[in-house]
């Protein structure tokens, strides 16, 4: 008889991002040309699987371009992350891999891109190996402290739950995709640019229908090489439209088609104040 000790044990075929996850397609973002050019590439794809998750990483930038991960709302487990450390991904060569060697001595923060408490669920080896996962580097970018812990970015945090909250979630399914926004002009601190602003794209199905909703967070870096401190950061909804224009991805049809939500000129636009004011 196999225990939980036993199955934990088991190892995860690491299948990675399920692109019918929610019952229908919802295919990974596509890069374009310099991007793919620019990709690490593992077994000859630039789509690294993990448990629940796959990403593509920048080899210039060393970091996630994207991040693609589903969440089973019905199956998630309460798991610790305590004696879990983060770690590069031994499958890619490390030098494309940004480590402990940026976050030492410093103010910035290792922040997830896919979200800990959204890659728990399912059997327990299964959940485990997520939970473990979720602190390879590759998904890890840098955010400063402030950026990380204080009460403005709880609505960065807590897009997902909100849905949950506001919203009749088929099968308490949810596929989200994100990442950092990269921009030449981005400073360089310790050899990697790091991103002014993140973004995240949240699918999922209401009433039979797939929707999406899109999202950006900025944040103002300027100051970083004189005493890495943050001036104000922002979170706005946006249109998957503008999405792509900012991220240079190119999203599926299906998840152009079911964003509804009309654009507003970026000069009319008000950032959200909490999320309540998302439009789901």
């Known amino acids: 008889m196999s225990t939980d000790t036993d199955l934990v044990n088991v190892p995860i075929d690491r299948s990675g991002y399920n692109t019918e996850f929610l019952g229908s397609s919802v295919a990974l973002p596509v890069l374009d040309a310099e991007a793919l050019h620019d990709a690490v590439l593992w077994e000859g794809s630039n789509v690294i699987p993990y448990t629940h998750f796959s990403l593509s990483l920048s080899k210039s930038r060393r970091l996630a371009r994207w991040v693609a991960w589903n969440i089973d709302g019905a199956a998630t487990k309460r798991l610790s992350r305590s004696g879990i450390d983060f770690n590069k991904d031994s499958r890619l060569p490390g030098e494309f891999q940004s480590g402990n060697e940026l976050y030492q001595g410093n103010r910035l923060d290792r922040g997830h891109i896919a979200r800990r408490a959204d890659l728990v669920w399912g059997e327990a080896a299964e959940a485990q190996q997520a939970n473990e996962d979720s602190f390879f580097y590759t998904n890890i970018a840098p955010q400063m402290d402030d950026f990380n812990q204080s009460s403005q970015e709880g609505i960065w945090g807590q897009l997902e739950n909100a849905l949950y909250e506001q919203v009749d979630v088929e099968d308490l399914k949810v596929t989200v995709f994100g990442g950092p926004v990269f921009q030449p002009e981005d400073q360089v601190y310790?050899?990697?640019?790091?991103?002014?602003?993140?973004?995240?794209?949240?699918?999922?199905?209401?009433?039979?229908?797939?929707?999406?909703?899109a999202f950006l967070l900025t944040q103002d870096l300027d100051q970083l090489r004189v005493a890495l401190a943050l001036d104000e950061?922002?979170?706005?909804?946006?249109?998957?439209?503008?999405?792509?224009?900012?991220?240079?991805?190119?999203?599926?049809?299906?998840?152009?088609?079911?964003?509804?939500?009309?654009?507003?000129?970026?000069?009319?636009?008000?950032?959200?104040?909490?999320?309540?004011?998302?439009?789901?």
């Open 190 to 213: 310790r050899g990697v640019g790091l991103p002014s602003e993140y973004w995240k794209l949240i699918a999922f199905k209401e009433d039979g229908l797939l929707k999406t909703r």
């Open 233 to 280: 950061f922002r979170v706005y909804q946006v249109s998957v439209g503008e999405l792509e224009q900012r991220t240079d991805l190119k999203f599926a049809e299906s998840i152009k088609s079911a964003d509804d939500l009309v654009a507003i000129r970026a000069e009319a636009r008000a950032p959200l104040s909490a999320i309540t004011g998302i439009e789901w």
